[in-house]
């Protein structure tokens, strides 16, 4: 009697501890009572009744990522290519997500489909390979409308990959080595250009500096004779002044004229004009040297 007394006590004991549950942090419980929904448990302490209320669903409100495979989809141009996307979703009520759909992951993988074909059919191939983040923010706005009513918030949407045919990923790969050498043609002319234009540049700045230089000497030396030439007027000015200054006879002009006689003598003149005065004082000066000879 006293076994069976213990047993009851031992049975009714783990029944109780088997109804009290704590619920995790981020994660809810959705708690169904004689079949039907009763209530969500949040983070904390709860207890159920026995044998009346179940755990329907334990939910973890993370945000989930999900990769999905690549789906094929064809263009405007007709081209058809492989694209995989990343859906990041975060569930915002267990119970929608719970009775809502019956496998949401699922449903939201399918969706994701249509909705990748729906959009990328109205696009041609160079404004796909482009248009990622156009693509993406559409995509998660529709998906992020479908789902609200499963409890789910879509937060972005991500193309993984996009994969075109391997004949047009060679002809794009040929395109950009066409352009890249087409650029590199272009820097190359490009830099002849500018040495050309720097050479120039140079030349010119030499001649400039050259004309500079011989408009300086010439400037230097026209300088130079002009001070000379006034420097020779001075001093005949000079000269005059001190003979007006000393009052010579007229002995001492007549002899300074038979001077400047002599001084024009040697020029390369072939008529000289001589005044009477200095052909007498030119035979008084023959006469002098006579006598001194003799």
Same mark, same amino acid.
């Given at each position: 009697m006293l076994e069976m007394l213990l047993l009851i006590v031992f049975i009714a004991i783990f029944i109780v501890a088997s109804c009290v549950k704590v619920v995790p942090q981020a994660h809810a419980f959705v708690i169904e009572r004689l079949g039907s929904y009763h209530a969500t448990w949040s983070t904390g302490l709860h207890a159920k009744i026995p044998f009346i209320d179940k755990i329907a669903k334990r939910v973890s409100l993370k945000e989930k990522v999900v990769d999905f495979p690549p789906q094929p989809v064809i263009t405007k141009d007709n081209v058809t290519m492989q694209i995989d996307t990343i859906v990041y979703f975060q569930i915002t009520d267990p119970k929608l997500y719970t009775y809502g759909v019956e496998n949401p992951i699922f449903a939201i993988e399918n969706l994701t489909a249509t909705t990748l074909r729906n959009i990328i059919g109205d696009l041609e191939?160079?404004?796909? #390979?482009?248009? +990622?983040?156009? &693509? $993406?923010?559409?995509?998660?706005? &529709?998906?992020?409308?479908?789902?609200?009513?499963?409890? @789910?918030?879509? $937060?972005?949407?991500?193309?993984? $990959?996009i994969l075109p045919p391997r004949e047009i990923q060679d002809a794009m790969e040929k395109q950009m080595k066409a352009e890249r050498e087409r650029r590199a043609k272009i820097l190359d002319a490009e830099?002849?250009? +500018?040495s050309e234009i720097l050479i120039a540049e140079g030349h010119k700045e030499a001649a400039i500096l050259k004309a500079d230089a011989i408009k300086e000497t010439k400037i230097r030396e026209a300088e130079g004779e002009a001070q000379a030439i006034l420097s020779v007027q001075k001093a005949y000015a000079d000269s005059i002044k001190l003979l007006n200054?000393? $009052?010579?006879? *007229?002995?001492? &002009?007549? #002899?300074?004229s038979l001077e400047a006689f002599g001084k024009a003598a040697?020029?390369?003149?072939? !008529? @000289?004009? @001589?005044?009477?005065? @200095?052909?007498?004082?030119?035979? #008084?000066?023959?006469?002098? !040297?006579?006598?001194? *000879?003799?």
């Amino acid at each position: 009697m006293l076994e069976m007394l213990l047993l009851i006590v031992f049975i009714a004991i783990f029944i109780v501890a088997s109804c009290v549950k704590v619920v995790p942090q981020a994660h809810a419980f959705v708690i169904e009572r004689l079949g039907s929904y009763h209530a969500t448990w949040s983070t904390g302490l709860h207890a159920k009744i026995p044998f009346i209320d179940k755990i329907a669903k334990r939910v973890s409100l993370k945000e989930k990522v999900v990769d999905f495979p690549p789906q094929p989809v064809i263009t405007k141009d007709n081209v058809t290519m492989q694209i995989d996307t990343i859906v990041y979703f975060q569930i915002t009520d267990p119970k929608l997500y719970t009775y809502g759909v019956e496998n949401p992951i699922f449903a939201i993988e399918n969706l994701t489909a249509t909705t990748l074909r729906n959009i990328i059919g109205d696009l041609e191939l160079d404004h796909t #390979l482009t248009s +990622r983040d156009v &693509i $993406n923010t559409k995509i998660r706005a &529709i998906l992020d409308k479908a789902t609200d009513p499963w409890g @789910i918030k879509v $937060n972005r949407v991500e193309l993984k $990959n996009i994969l075109p045919p391997r004949e047009i990923q060679d002809a794009m790969e040929k395109q950009m080595k066409a352009e890249r050498e087409r650029r590199a043609k272009i820097l190359d002319a490009e830099g002849e250009k +500018r040495s050309e234009i720097l050479i120039a540049e140079g030349h010119k700045e030499a001649a400039i500096l050259k004309a500079d230089a011989i408009k300086e000497t010439k400037i230097r030396e026209a300088e130079g004779e002009a001070q000379a030439i006034l420097s020779v007027q001075k001093a005949y000015a000079d000269s005059i002044k001190l003979l007006n200054e000393a $009052n010579p006879s *007229e002995k001492v &002009i007549s #002899l300074k004229s038979l001077e400047a006689f002599g001084k024009a003598a040697d020029g390369k003149a072939t !008529k @000289i004009i @001589i005044p009477s005065e @200095i052909q007498s004082l030119a035979g #008084l000066a023959v006469s002098v !040297k006579e006598l001194l *000879e003799d």
